[in-house]
Each structure stands twice: as structure tokens, then as C-alpha cells.
Nanobody, 124 residues
């Protein structure tokens, strides 16, 4: 069993920044890829960013590339999402996900465990 707990969400003005954290427990964190997804009201969950088991490879959705940065600290069993230049369209519930394999994926079914989600609201 894997537990994922997100923190760091909240309300921010457009152009501002937030840093999400996801603390993992229950298995060898450093052996698996991690990802962030988001779901806005009335929309399907979408991929945001992913990082490989070692942190050596990252991948981003086009809508956030250049503004968001995913990173991980395997010693702390934590993955981060630094979000800069936030836009109102970034408003969503953000979910941390633990991968089934070592390497990055944009697909929901490649992630076996999910956090409870955390709200990010960007005001215009």
C-alpha cells in the first residue's frame, strides 16, 4: 500500500507562484516514476508533469512547459511541482501519482496510486 499526501495548494493571483509537495510512504519511493495530474471543474483529469525514478528525466504537458518544474528528493520521499507564472486556466485540483514503472508516462493507467488531491485557484 502506498500513501501520497499533497500540500502547498491555495489561492494565488495570476502571475504568481505556488509549490506543491507530495510526501510518499509505503514502498521504495526511489524505484518508481512520479507524476502530477490536474482536473478542472467539468473537465477530465489531465497530465501535467512526470519525473523518472532517478530524477534524470522529466516530461511536461505543453500547456505548462516553461512555467512548471517537477523535481524529487528521494531521501525525503517527496516530489515537488514548482508552478510559476500561473494563469487562471491553471485552476484545478492537482493530484500526485506514483508510477508502476521507473520511467515517465503521461497515461493515467501507468500510475497505480493517487493522492487525495489539492486545490489550486488562480484569480485573474
Amino acid at each position: 500500500q502506498v500513501q501520497l499526501v499533497e500540500s502547498g495548494g491555495g489561492l494565488v493571483q495570476a502571475g504568481g507562484s505556488l509549490r506543491l509537495s507530495c510526501a510518499a510512504s509505503g514502498r521504495t519511493f526511489s524505484s518508481y516514476a512520479m507524476g502530477w495530474f490536474r482536473q478542472a471543474p467539468g473537465k477530465e483529469r489531465e497530465f501535467v508533469a512526470a519525473i523518472s525514478w532517478s530524477g534524470g528525466s522529466t516530461y511536461y504537458a505543453g500547456s505548462v512547459k516553461g512555467r512548471f518544474t517537477i523535481s524529487r528528493d528521494n531521501a525525503k520521499n517527496t516530489v515537488y511541482l514548482q508552478m510559476n507564472s500561473l494563469k487562471p486556466e491553471d485552476t484545478a485540483v492537482y493530484y500526485c501519482a506514483a508510477g508502476r514503472r521507473r520511467f515517465t508516462s503521461t497515461l493515467n493507467y501507468d500510475y497505480g496510486y493517487w493522492g487525495q488531491g489539492i486545490q489550486v485557484t488562480v484569480s485573474s
